[in-house]
């Protein structure tokens, strides 16, 4: 018997190897999902426990932070506690509709909280809202 043997010219390839592909997109995702709940955090403050439910978000809200010294953040921009009211309305682009989250350090005076909230309402807006960290069962 004789053995034919193929020459070593080869037709190309026409098939897409997917491996690669699949190894980068597989290590992407895992990063976006270790760094993603690192940019959401703006102020660092201490935030009291609740074991209230988390309300829906349909729009970015604006979120206003008061640190364990008592100064005041719109976003991540310090604000003068007489200018809060001015600055909110800037960013807002004067629209009282807009969710606000008042996140506040639990050392905090809680006057301090109500404060703000009440030049909040007294200023039209009608959706403020306090920020805490879920309830941990010790």
Not at 32 to 60: I, R, Y
Not at 86 to 109: H, P, Q
Request: hydrophobic share 40%; proline share 5%; aromatic share 6%.
């Amino acid at each position: 018997m004789k053995f034919k043997i193929k020459s070593s010219l080869r037709e190309p390839m026409s098939e897409i190897n997917v491996t690669p592909f699949v190894d980068v997109m597989l290590v992407l995702l895992i990063i976006f999902m270790v760094t993603a709940p690192l940019l959401t955090v703006g102020v660092q403050v201490d935030l009291p426990e609740s074991s209230a439910d988390s309300l829906p978000e349909e729009q970015e809200p604006l979120t206003l932070t008061i640190n364990s010294k008592g100064e005041v953040f719109v976003q991540e921009s310090k604000v003068e506690f007489d200018n809060v009211v001015a600055k909110i309305l800037a960013v807002s682009k004067n629209r009282t509709d807009t969710r606000i989250y008042v996140r506040g350090d639990k050392t905090i005076n809680y006057g301090r909280v109500l404060e703000i909230m009440g030049m909040l309402s007294g200023s039209g807006f009608t959706k403020v809202a306090l920020i805490s960290e879920p309830y941990k069962e010790r």
